[in-house]
């Protein structure tokens, strides 16, 4: 009889262990933005669970999971998606109808189908189409998601935009003269002929980093940084010599004020 408990416990122990990660393989932390002309969902991580119940986990889920986050009155009133001649089909983004002139990607490759799956660490990207009669929005993309520098630092970008070739292929290609924005205000940072730029942060902070062109619509490209304080170096330059000499004062001062009291109540005893 024990026997048997034994082995009915330790079933269950495998089946509760098997359930575990079954559940942890039910969900993914997919990173989303979105745009209606401007960016209105930044490269926000959310936790994406197969919500449509047809098997995977995929850019519908994670649409969804990001309205459901972000915006005002969740998915139900800012999001849908329909069955149409071309499969799963936007209906809705970011509370937008426009006839379906919508676009979405994954990690910077256009995606065949809203049904696609996506994994944990993926970034997905939808927008709304802002020229629906030449269909002239263009995407773009920094090569860098996230960067994290010390104020007074820089940080190093290149941008490129997707196309299509006279063939009607894919083609990814470097965009110069574009303006750098920064948490939505233009700076005087612009791309050079290869889409490279060094932009520069001189205060600690979170920021979203964009871009925008005088010579073609783009669909926002979004990154992420974080700007630390400066610390003081433990091999201080001329720069900071100034701050290690007021600090060793300080210390020279709190020193001389412990001495005196000390000898004040020497003299009061």
């Not at 003081?232 to 720069?239: G, K, V």
Request: proline share 2%.
């Amino acid at each position: 009889m024990k026997k048997l408990i034994g082995i009915i416990m330790t079933a269950a122990l495998i089946c509760s262990v098997f359930a575990i990660a079954a559940s942890a393989e039910a969900t993914a932390d997919v990173y989303v933005t979105i745009a209606n002309g401007d960016i209105v969902f930044a490269m926000e991580k959310v936790t994406v669970s197969d919500y449509d119940g047809d098997g995977v986990i995929s850019v519908n889920d994670a649409l969804y999971a990001a309205h459901e986050k972000g915006f005002s009155g969740g998915a139900s009133a800012g999001y849908s998606a329909v069955q149409s001649d071309w499969g799963l089909s936007l209906a809705k983004l970011w509370g937008v109808e426009n006839g379906g002139s919508y676009g979405y990607m994954v990690n910077d490759a256009m995606a065949m189908s809203l049904s696609d799956e996506v994994k944990s660490g993926d970034h997905v990207y939808a927008y709304v189409f802002t020229d629906t009669v030449g269909w002239s929005d263009s995407y773009s993309f920094f090569d860098i998601k996230a960067a994290e520098v010390l104020a007074g630092g820089s940080v190093s970008l290149t941008l490129s935009v997707s196309g299509y070739d006279e063939n009607w292929s894919p083609v990814v290609y470097p965009l110069a003269g574009a303006t750098i924005n920064v948490n939505g205000e233009k700076t005087a940072f612009v791309t050079d002929e290869n889409g490279k730029v060094e932009v520069k942060f001189d205060k600690s902070g979170d920021y979203t980093v964009s871009a925008v062109s005088d010579s073609m619509t783009l669909v926002p490209p979004v990154a992420k940084v974080t700007v630390n304080p400066m610390l003081i170096s433990s091999n201080p330059s001329t720069d900071d010599g100034e701050a290690v000499v007021f600090a060793a004062v300080a210390v020279m001062a709190l020193a001389c004020a412990a001495i005196i009291l000390n000898k004040s109540r020497r003299y009061e005893k």
